[in-house]
């Protein structure tokens, strides 16, 4: 009974925290929201009036379907909800419709469909090992994980603010991870095989939940020193999960290759005209490179090694979608940024494969290749540094090593967030909710590695607490000075090269943590 009772209060304290998260995010339904609200009504009156076939020929707005075929067919299921709101959306003709229906539609569906989302938590949140067995709710590593993830800030802005719909896609990655901890194998390739046809950025760390699907699954022993038992090769494991793929696949595209159209959607899924940088550059390596050719031409025009009139015009900080050329530097081609972020995936892939760590392996490749795709992907948008926070959230509260390196990768990403919600109105919000989220997650593990030695060394915490003089510079100072109208994207420029070498940082940082450590005994018997 005293078991029983354990486990009801584990559920309210879950549920209210769902709750909270819910209602904070019905209050935030009158914000700011970008074009990607656009985007999701084209996408609706697209597919709820033309037949598959058109879908993805369909150009009458610029914001044409760029998604695989299951988010198209999810879109198909929500305009049959929201032509009950108002028929007026599902108008294809009818560009930036934003009637008061639309939008309590369009920020109520987000918010109905994050159930996914807080049931994947949930799940996480059971395969945390509880042994600090804290007697205070508040410092157990399943409600600090639970508040981590529910409440996430970088989630909260871009899916409830910003608007897109990253809460369950999110939750089909954390369900499959959390699957895949319970030895339910089988299950969380079904549902990482869904969520790549649903959003195809999530190939990224599809070498993770290859190489451990092989190592753990197919395999099925281990010799006494850990390395792999060839012999233990199951032909009916690697089948199973061959006819998994092949029939997600086939229920995908299959309508497309039958109507000769693979290709055209292809091209519409990887659009490599954008050009290197997305309108303002995610804080990558980019960021830093293009940093140098800015400085570089400026230096070389001031002591006229460069002609003025050969040099192009500032177009990679207008904040447009494009390509442009370096001035001094190489100028990337997308198959250089292929290459580089091959090699920075492959030496997380191999220590998955030759020291393996069960889950926290898993876990630690995962977050790995998420991330080096952010640093050397091709035009990469800055909100996919929440596919390495939001993982790396389960690997903190475990590690005191990991939870450093997580509390220094989430408040540069999410920082680097900030520009997403220029308008005045959402100012105090995204400051206040930043302010409230990184609090909580400084204090509620520094309380659980208490035992353990400080989380961050001096120059880690000065170069975060930098960040706060660089928002008062970028959102109060800037716009008073009279550059703001000379050099409109100093503020960009600025956050993103600052953030960048945080985001740099913590990438390298947790490479070393991963490549230098050692097995222990008990992990190589597994």
Not at 179 to 194: D, I, N, P, S, W
Request: proline share 6%.
């Amino acid at each position: 009974s005293a078991g029983r009772a354990m486990a009801a209060g584990g559920r309210s304290w879950f549920r209210a925290l769902a709750l909270g998260v819910s209602f904070l995010k019905c209050l935030l339904i009158p914000a700011y929201y970008s074009t990607d609200f656009e985007v999701h009504r084209n996408w609706l009156a697209i597919t709820h009036n033309l037949p598959l076939s058109q879908w993805y020929y369909e150009a009458t707005s610029e914001w044409t379907l760029d998604y695989p075929p299951f988010f198209a067919w999810f879109e198909y299921a929500l305009s049959h909800v929201a032509k009950y709101f108002d028929p007026k959306m599902l108008v294809i003709e009818n560009l930036n419709y934003t009637s008061r229906a639309t939008i309590f539609f369009q920020r109520f569906s987000v918010i109905f469909t994050d159930i996914l989302f807080i049931y994947a938590v949930r799940e996480c949140c059971r395969c945390v090992n509880g042994k600090r067995a804290a007697k205070d709710i508040l410092e157990k590593p399943t409600f600090i994980l639970a508040v981590l993830l529910l409440w996430n800030f970088g989630l909260l802005i871009v899916d409830h603010i910003h608007f897109q719909y990253n809460g369950f896609l999110f939750g089909l990655m954390l369900l499959s991870v959390a699957r895949l901890c319970q030895k339910r194998y089988l299950e969380g390739a079904l549902l990482f095989a869904v969520l790549l046809h649903f959003k195809h950025i999530y190939m990224y760390v599809a070498p993770a939940y290859g190489i451990y699907l092989l190592r753990s699954y197919c395999f099925t022993a281990n010799n006494a020193d850990g390395s792999l038992k060839w012999r233990s090769f199951s032909f009916l494991h690697v089948t199973l999960l061959g006819l998994i793929v092949c029939l997600v696949s086939a229920l995908s595209l299959g309508p497309f290759i039958v109507l000769g159209q693979l290709p055209q959607v292809i091209s519409r899924l990887f659009p490599f005209k954008r050009g290197l940088c997305h309108a303002y550059w995610a804080p990558n390596f980019w960021a830093l490179y293009n940093a140098m050719d800015k400085a570089l031409t400026i230096f070389g025009l001031k002591c006229n090694f460069l002609d003025p009139t050969k040099i192009p015009k500032a177009s990679m900080t207008g904040g447009l979608v494009q390509e442009f050329q370096h001035t001094v530097l190489p100028s990337v081609t997308p198959l250089a940024t292929l290459i580089c972020t091959f090699i920075s995936i492959l030496p997380s892939v191999f220590c998955l494969w030759f020291k393996p760590q069960g889950p926290r392996g898993f876990l630690q490749c995962l977050v790995l290749c998420a991330l080096s795709s952010f640093m050397f992907g091709w035009h990469v948008h800055e909100k996919a540094i929440l596919l390495a926070i939001l993982p790396l959230s389960l690997l903190s509260v475990q590690r005191a090593k990991d939870a450093g390196i997580y509390l220094i990768l989430t408040t540069t990403g999410h920082f680097s967030l900030f520009p997403l919600l220029f308008t005045p109105p959402e100012l105090p919000i995204k400051i206040l909710l930043m302010l409230l989220f990184t609090v909580y997650s400084f204090s509620s593990l520094k309380s659980l590695f208490r035992r353990e030695r400080p989380l961050l060394n001096w120059l880690e915490t000065i170069y975060l607490a930098q960040l706060v003089p660089l928002e008062i510079f970028c959102e109060i100072i800037f716009p008073l000075t009279p550059w703001k109208g000379h050099f409109p994207f100093v503020p960009l420029l600025l956050t993103s090269v600052y953030c960048a070498l945080g985001v740099a940082y913590a990438w390298l940082k947790l490479y070393v943590s991963v490549l230098t450590e050692r097995i222990p005994v008990r992990h190589k018997a597994e």
